[in-house]
């Protein structure tokens, strides 16, 4: 059986390969013209050592030398000798450009454009050879404004499984983004797409999950919740997700919250609304709102994306609270349609 191998490198850029039974991921990575590290290929030198972020697999022969015991039940792993036994996300030593690949580009459809409120936009794409495309739940694409030669970054809001692209774009005054959304775009319009890119993105569920979103920092969460929806696998540990925003209006896709509420076993989620005068039965801010359920004494995987005071709010909440999160994996972006994406993967600071 054939498996797809994510192989996300320091710069963010994640590549899929395909890995033929009885293959070596240093293999099929080859035939793909990637180049990640290697020297030996016989599990001698330990060059092309990785972190496995999730899957199973038969890790090979190899000395101690390459990569000792310990290494080896953290994690870690030499792709010259494994061969996957399921799909599998590793993280590569060095920059993809080191790798002499490079980012890819597709041309995409407008199938929808749809208004939550006048600050946040619904956008539904096609893609053309979608097949080709394929991305881990949680990451973003780069994303040309027509007639601008400007990028603007979006996370998907869909599944990798789903056929149409959607993406949540919060927007701004005079952005050009929403300048084109605003007064130009329309259905059949044709948008270029690079990417993926990202390191925030959905890990084996291990232990108990926390998500934490803010505002249109909801949408890669949901990309996380349509793949666990439609892996037919049910976690083992509970999800909790706390979903704030500022008012009631930017409060959206509450709906298929409630959806993924009904289809994942042991997902459980709360909308916190920031505006004293919403009639939101939860008020304030998500730090307010967490339990000590939630926390679990700190044996927890967080996923956080929203805007840089939110994300800064909640490492003081940790910080003061004296816990410190097993794995905590974050992205920040400013308000408004420009977003920056900058990613800690690993245990909380």
């Known amino acids: 059986m054939t498996h797809k191998v994510a192989l996300s490198f320091e710069d963010g850029l994640t590549r899929f390969i395909d890995v033929l039974p009885h293959e070596t991921v240093a293999d099929a990575a080859y035939k793909a013209r990637i180049n990640i590290p290697l020297d030996c290929r016989d599990g001698a030198c330990g060059t092309c050592k990785a972190f496995c972020e999730s899957g199973t697999y038969d890790g090979g022969d190899y000395i101690d030398e390459a990569l000792t015991d310990d290494e080896a039940d953290a994690g870690y792993c030499l792709p010259c000798q494994m061969s996957p036994e399921s799909d599998l996300v590793l993280r590569i030593s060095g920059t993809a450009e080191m790798a002499k690949t490079g980012i890819q580009k597709f041309t995409a459809r407008i199938e929808r454009l749809h208004w939550y409120a006048d600050n946040t936009a619904g956008l539904t794409l096609s ?93 890669p969460q949901l990309a996380m919740l349509e793949k666990l929806a439609s892996s037919g696998v049910q976690p083992a540990f509970p999800i909790h997700m706390a979903y704030g925003v500022t008012f009631d209006t930017d409060l959206v896709e509450v709906e298929a919250l409630e959806r993924y509420a009904e289809l994942i076993p042991g997902f459980t989620f709360d909308t916190i609304v920031a505006d004293p005068q919403s009639a939101a039965p939860k008020k304030g801010y998500v730090t307010q709102h967490l339990l000590p359920a939630h ?40 308000v408004g349609e420009v977003q920056e994406h900058n990613v800690h993967a690993g245990a909380a600071a």
């Open 295 to 334: 926390l679990n004494d700190g044996d927890v995987d967080v996923y956080l994306c929203g805007p840089p005071p939110m994300v800064d709010a909640v490492r003081r909440y940790w910080a003061d609270a004296g816990i410190t999160p097993a794995n905590f994996y974050y992205e920040r972006f400013a």
């Open 127 to 219: 893609v053309e050879n979608r097949d080709k495309l394929n991305f881990l739940p949680g990451q973003y694409m780069n994303v040309l404004v027509p007639g601008t030669g400007i990028e603007r970054s979006y996370s998907f809001s869909s599944g990798p499984e789903e056929r149409e692209l959607r993406f949540l774009i919060r927007t701004a005054p005079d952005g050009v983004m929403t300048t084109y959304l605003k007064e130009r775009a329309a259905v059949g319009d044709q948008l270029v797409l690079e990417g993926p890119v990202g390191s925030f993105f959905l890990r084996e569920v291990r232990r108990p999950v926390l998500m934490l979103a803010g505002g249109t920092g909801v949408a």
